[in-house]
């Protein structure tokens, strides 16, 4: 029932993206027509995508106005309260201001009519401006504010205030007023109208040139900028081609105008490429949405995998937990009936009991375990350890555990004594626990283990080397996974509860190092521990490297 289950599961996925398909590729195909009437309508789209220029030079012309204005005449209330002008100084000695002319304060702190203030960079400071055109436009722009007499409130201070009343000097001005909505000073500045002919102004266009018309089609297309005479102040006058578009300049320079000219000659050829454009774009959006629709049923796909591997996890462990507890049950009973008459079965009985509980304890620890991880709970005493003396102490306890002696383990330790490791004694000896246990479950007649400790580089290699069913290659990148178990073969007829590898990584990661497996089906397998000696690296990456299976050591020394 699983399996049909599983396969109905799957065909739904294929047939809900199908139906999610479809109308996406019918909206293509209606994209599509609609992207040759577009072609069809060329002049019209050329026309919008002019605008849309003449849109862009405008917002980045008044963009940068504004932004600059916003950030250099920010001046707090208190400078003017508290006579800290000469601060502002300091501060616009340390900005750009690249498009401004002259700087100014207006103090009405201090005088009833204002205290106006220039700002020189020579001498980095404010200083009383000289009689000349330029003071006279920004005491006239002044003076409405100088009108309101001693009261000065503000009823709105609002957004930037642009005077423009003399064309040869057109003025910034910022209101400051403070808590109470009093007006206790204005900051501004005159804009630098050569800077804005040579330098702003052409690159703003040359930008826009480049993100809104082909490349094919700039030869074709004709900028100027004219002035409230209609003098030309960028660009020269295109005589003999038709206007296609003209929009005033915003927020600043009101009266000067941007004008687009084509000579009508790439119409076609830009209607096409235009047409190819739209149409690739439509193509990459189409084909992102269906990527993602495939990653979404990927995403499912391995939900539902997962969900099958939880569902065989709860399976493999409950009947982890069935057998020694059957068992534990058995023994007591016959311990509690008084059918034990000699004291040789009652110790028989409680070793079994004793072994069948150990069993049970290390299936809890690996689940324990893994919950910890999972919730990042999990942490490591790391402390300068004798590895060799923890391979002796994991080794001595396996024996211990049910099944264990059916298992010949051999041990090699290091041609001379290692440096101290700083590890977690526990954890690494759990890690090592785990690949024992593993080695021997997995063996088949031949259950020889050999266990060889070495030291290569900087690191310390803890190999454990059996004899048994092996890994098929394709499974090799997924066995460290939690949950997973090989799906075919003789690996998975061996019950288990696919943790004890993924405990494993973690704990070598956790050190610093990484677990690596070497297999082949039939010719057993090499588990190999990598731990940085001397201090704690960052955990690597964990992938697994393929290497050669070695013979197993001649029996040295039997645990």
């Given at each position: 029932m699983?399996r049909?289950q599983?396969?109905a599961r799957r065909t739904g ?6 139906v999610?398909?479809?109308?996406l ?7 599509y027509r609609?992207?040759?009437r577009?072609?069809e309508?060329g002049?019209?789209l050329?026309e919008a ?5 003449l849109?862009?030079?405008g917002?980045?012309f008044?963009y940068y ?12 209330a ?5 006579g800290?002008?000469q601060?502002q100084?300091k501060?616009w ?5 690249a498009?401004t002319?002259?700087l ?9 009519f204002?205290?106006f ?15 000349s055109d330029?003071s006279?436009a920004?005491?006239?722009a002044?003076a409405?504010?100088?009108a309101r007499?001693?009261?000065?409130a503000l ?5 930037l205030?642009?005077?423009e009343?003399d ?5 910034l001005l910022?209101?400051v007023t ?8 204005i900051a501004?500045?005159v804009v630098?109208e050569d800077?804005l002919?040579?330098?702003?102004l ?12 082909p490349?094919?089609s700039?030869?074709?297309?004709g900028v100027?900028i004219?002035d ?6 960028l660009?020269?006058v295109a005589r003999?081609a038709k206007a296609?578009?003209?929009k005033p300049?915003p927020?600043?320079y ?8 084509s000579?009508g000659?790439a119409e076609?050829?830009w209607?096409r490429?235009?047409f190819?454009l739209?149409?690739?774009?439509s193509l990459?959006?189409?084909?992102v949405l ?6 979404s049923l990927?995403?499912?796909?391995r939900a539902?995998r997962l969900s099958?591997?939880?569902?065989d996890f709860v ?6 937990l ?5 068992s534990?049950?058995?023994?007591a009973e ?6 034990a008459r000699?004291m040789a079965?009652?110790r028989?009985?409680g ?5 069948e509980t150990?069993?049970l304890?290390?299936l809890?620890e ?8 999972e ?14 003396a ?20 051999t ?6 004594p290692?440096?101290?490791l700083?590890?977690?004694a526990?954890?690494l000896?759990r890690?090592?626990g ?5 080695a021997c479950?997995y063996?088949?007649?031949s259950?020889e ?9 900087g690191e310390?290699r ?6 048994g069913?092996?890994?098929p290659?394709e499974?090799?990148?997924r066995?460290f996974?939690?949950f997973?178990?090989?799906g075919?073969g ?10 004890g590898?993924?405990i494993?990584?973690?704990?070598a990661?956790?050190?610093g190092g990484?677990?690596t497996?070497?297999?082949e089906?039939g010719q057993?397998?090499?588990?190999t521990l990598h731990l ?17 299976v070695?013979a197993?050591?001649e029996?040295?020394e039997h645990a």
């Open positions: 699983s049909w599983n396969i996925s294929w047939l809900g993206l199908a999610v398909l479809a109308p590729m019918l909206l293509l195909g209606l994209q609609w992207l040759q577009v072609g309508a002049a019209l050329r995508t002019l605008r849309n220029f849109e862009a030079v917002t980045e008044e106005y504004r932004a600059r204005a916003e950030r250099l005449l920010n001046v707090p208190e400078f003017f309260t508290e800290w002008l601060k100084a501060i000695q340390s900005q750009d201001l498009g002319r002259t100014f304060l207006v103090d009405f702190t201090r005088a009833e204002g205290n203030l220039v700002y020189r960079d020579a001498e980095g400071a404010l200083v009383t401006p000289p009689s330029e006279l920004i005491i006239i002044c409405p504010w100088q007499g001693a009261t000065r009823a709105a201070p609002g957004p205030r642009v005077d009343g064309p040869a000097h057109r003025i910022n209101p403070d808590e109470g909505g009093a007006l206790v000073g501004g500045f630098d800077f002919r040579r330098r702003l052409p690159a703003i266009v040359e930008k826009a040139l480049y993100a809104y018309l490349p094919h700039k030869g074709d297309i100027w004219s409230g005479a209609g003098a030309p102040v660009g020269e003999t296609s578009a003209a300049l927020f600043l009101g009266d000067w105008t941007v004008h687009l000219a000579s000659r076609d050829t209607a490429s235009n190819a739209n149409l690739g774009f990459l959006l189409t084909l269906t990527g993602g629709l495939f990653f990927r995403a499912s796909r539902m099958a591997m939880k569902s399976s493999n462990v409950s009947h982890e069935r057998t020694p507890l059957a534990i049950r058995v023994y016959l311990l509690r009936s008084g059918r000699d079965q009652v028989g009985y070793a079994t009991i004793e072994a150990r069993r304890s290390l809890i690996n689940i324990l375990d893994l919950s910890r991880i919730s990042g709970r999990r942490s490591y005493r790391l402390a300068p350890i004798n590895l060799e923890v391979v002796a102490e994991t080794l001595a306890a396996f024996q211990q555990r049910p099944g264990a002696q059916d298992c010949a383990v041990y090699r330790g290091p041609a001379a290692l440096p101290p700083m590890g977690d526990e954890a000896g890690a090592l785990n690949l024992l246990d593993n479950k063996s088949r007649e259950k283990i050999a266990v060889a400790l070495t030291a290569v580089g310390a803890l190999a454990v080397i059996d004899h069913i092996g890994v290659r499974e090799q990148a066995i996974e939690r997973h178990r090989v075919k003789l690996v998975h007829d061996v019950k288990g509860s696919g943790l590898l993924a494993v990584r973690h704990i990661e956790a050190h990484r677990v497996v070497a297999s089906p057993g397998s090499v588990f940085p000696l001397g201090t704690v690296r960052a955990a690597g990456d964990g992938a697994a490297a393929g290497l050669p070695p197993a050591p029996k040295e």
